[in-house]
Antibody, heavy 121, light 110 residues
């Protein structure tokens, strides 16, 4: 079964840092390294917001304006794992962070269960 | 990048058809045929139901259909059923090489 499992969420103070991981498994016919991967977040009771994307070989990344310069997306294809390094965290970064498999232009066809990040003092 | 605009809520009776609109700009929906739609139940991850404006992934009910005209995309649910009660989100690729989601629509089956 193909699945994505996020980890690394938790409570962090404003200005702090956190690293999320997303472990992929069960990608049979097409390997993890051939997919664009994305991060999407959802504040409590609010809608979905796209955060970042990374190409299969890690050579190209994009970010939403709200996180550019503070968040860094990366991947380790040998470990089938996607990462999101978050720095200078703010209260408005609070929410569930989902990793999603897709194409460069979207089409998120596989999602993780999400990891909760709470930024509060 | 501002969120795409969706109605906050849409309702209908079982068996009826409803349509959810998703309005963007010439820099996102109007620029490409890369609009997708997602269904999300409470406490669950979203599920892809439409991609590339009107394509249904394997396993998705044919009661869901998508279309686009200009800067507005639409999702139609026909033969409304009780388990269609969920939140629905549109998303589009943008000319800034980013993605943007809609504000979300809660569907209620009366």
């Amino acid at each position: 079964e193909q699945q994505l499992v996020e980890s690394g969420g938790g409570l962090v103070q404003p200005g702090g840092s956190l690293r999320l991981s997303c472990a992929a498994s069960g990608f049979s016919r097409v390997s993890f390294s051939e997919y664009w991967m994305h991060w999407v977040r959802q504040a409590p009771g609010k809608g979905l917001v796209w955060v970042s994307r990374i190409v299969g070989d890690g050579s190209s990344t994009s970010y939403a304006d709200s996180v550019r310069g503070r968040f860094t997306v990366s991947r380790d294809n040998a470990k089938n794992t996607l990462y999101l390094e978050m720095r200078s965290l703010r209260g408005e970064d609070t929410g569930i962070y989902f990793c999603a498999r897709g194409r460069a232009v979207g089409r998120f066809d596989l999602w993780g269960q999400g990891s909760l990040v709470t930024v509060s003092s | 990048q501002s969120a795409l605009t969706q109605p906050a809520s849409v309702s209908g009776s079982p068996g009826q058809s409803i349509t959810i609109s998703c309005t963007g700009t010439s820099s996102d929906i109007g620029a490409y045929d890369y609009v997708s739609w997602y269904q999300q139940y409470p406490t669950e991850a979203p599920k892809l139901i439409i991609s590339d404006v009107a394509n249904r992934p394997s396993g998705v009910s044919d009661r869901f259909s998508g279309s686009k005209s200009g800067n507005t995309a639409s999702l139609t649910i026909s033969g409304l059923q009780a388990d269609d009660e969920a939140d629905f989100y549109c998303a589009s690729y943008t000319t800034s090489r980013t993605l943007v989601f809609g504000t979300g629509t809660t569907v209620t089956v009366l």
